[in-house]
């Protein structure tokens, strides 16, 4: 296994791209009969290519994106490793391991909850565990609501807004009618706070999420009106003629405004 495990590392750390390709291959291959312990290993060796910017290097456009599908494609086992990497800060990293996080599906939630809850103090790795939370496709994602209605409350500005965002993406993934009653005015309730926020990104995101809370027929007929009054209110089409000065929370309102 040595062997094998340094003639992958070598290739992996290629400028050839087509020879990292090469080694992300055999590590596929490998993937099935690999134990935990070795599965770690290999996704140390590839979260690397994470780290390439594929602005400067266009050539490894392919090959991380191989990459995440790979690591994505571990499971559970790859989770402390990329949650360890998720915390060193290089956004371009985290991006890639949040999209990897994503692409596992329902069981990655708990392990991202329990990061969330207790390894990641700093805002910014809160803010990428709701990041890749947000790429999950699943109905249990239900369960990260409180968690998500919580953040976008925070005082961190880019912990609000990845929690503004990931509040839509979840109302695309739970089922209608099965967001709780009660949940589903908190949700609403931190939405329309978040309207108010002074930062132009996090209002056209809560607009974002709640129109998708309408579009996927979250809200009831009443909640439908209210939030139509709400839009039209962002464009200046009421009766105070006074509009949300930011363009992208007009757009964002209009684009909503077809739900309601």
Request: with cysteine.
């Amino acid at each position: 296994m040595e062997e094998f495990t340094r003639a992958v590392s070598k290739m992996l750390s290629s400028t050839d791209p087509e020879e990292v390709s090469v080694g992300l291959d055999k590590v596929r291959a490998r993937m099935p009969r690999a134990s935990d312990e070795e599965k770690r290993r290999y996704v140390e060796m590839i979260s690397v290519l994470f780290y390439i910017d594929t602005l400067d290097h266009p050539e490894y456009v392919a090959v991380v994106e191989d990459a995440i599908n790979l690591v994505s494609n571990v499971g559970a086992a790859a989770i402390p490793v990329l949650m360890q990497e998720l915390e060193a800060g290089d956004v371009k990293a985290q991006m890639a391991i949040g999209q990897a996080l994503g692409r596992m599906g329902a069981e990655a939630i708990e392990p991202l909850m329990q990061e969330y809850r207790e390894s990641c103090p700093a805002p910014g790795c809160r803010a990428f565990v709701l990041y890749a939370l947000g790429k999950i496709k699943s109905p249990r994602i239900g369960e990260a609501l409180s968690t998500a209605i919580e953040a976008a409350g925070a005082d961190d500005q880019e912990l609000r807004d990845s929690a503004t965002r990931a509040l839509g993406k979840f109302a695309e993934s739970i089922p209608t009618g099965k967001i709780a009653p009660d949940m589903l005015l908190a949700l609403i309730e931190r939405l329309r706070l978040n309207l108010a926020d002074g930062s132009p990104a996090i209002r056209a995101k809560a607009v974002r999420s709640l129109g998708k809370l309408a579009k996927h027929r979250h809200l009831s007929a009443e909640q439908c009106d209210q939030l139509a009054v709400t839009l039209k209110r962002l464009l200046g089409e009421d009766e105070h003629y006074e509009w949300d000065r930011a363009y992208i929370v007009r757009k964002e309102a209009r684009e909503a405004l077809q739900y309601v």
